[in-house]
């Protein structure tokens, strides 16, 4: 079992940066791939980024490509995405969620392969 709690959204003006941060207890952090997700009210929850177990591979959404970026610290059990330049487009609720391996890492955009999830922390971009 992983508990994940996700801060550090808020409000920002466009081009403007924010780090998220989720928070993991339980199981070892480091037997999970992470990863982050958004969502906006009436569309389906959104793949942002995933980082693999040994922190060498990332992934990420061509919208965020080259603005944000995933990172872990293990010893302290907590994931990171540092957003920049950040868009109105990127208003959303961010969660952070981890994925029991075995799937392959071509499923880490996969929502539905995701075990464990935040509650989610909001994110506002203004114009």
């Known amino acids: 079992q992983v508990h994940l709690i996700e801060s550090g959204g808020g409000l920002q003006q466009a081009g403007g940066s924010l780090r998220l941060s989720c928070a993991a207890s339980g199981r070892t952090f480091s037997n999970y791939v992470m990863g982050w997700f958004r969502q906006t009210p009436g569309k389906e929850r959104e793949f942002v980024a995933a980082?693999?177990?040994?922190?060498?591979?990332?992934n990420y959404a061509a919208s965020v490509e080259g603005r944000f970026t995933i990172s872990t610290n293990n010893a302290e059990n907590t994931v990171y995405l540092q957003m920049n330049s950040l868009k109105p487009e990127d208003t959303a609720v961010y969660y952070c969620?981890?994925?029991?391996?075995?799937?392959?890492?071509?499923?880490?955009?996969?929502?539905?392969?995701?075990?464990?999830w935040g509650q989610g922390t909001q994110v506002t971009v203004s114009s």
């Open positions: 969620a981890a994925q029991t391996p075995g799937y392959g890492w071509s499923y880490s955009v996969d929502r539905r392969r995701y075990d464990y």
């Open positions: 980082i693999s177990l040994s922190g060498r591979d990332t």
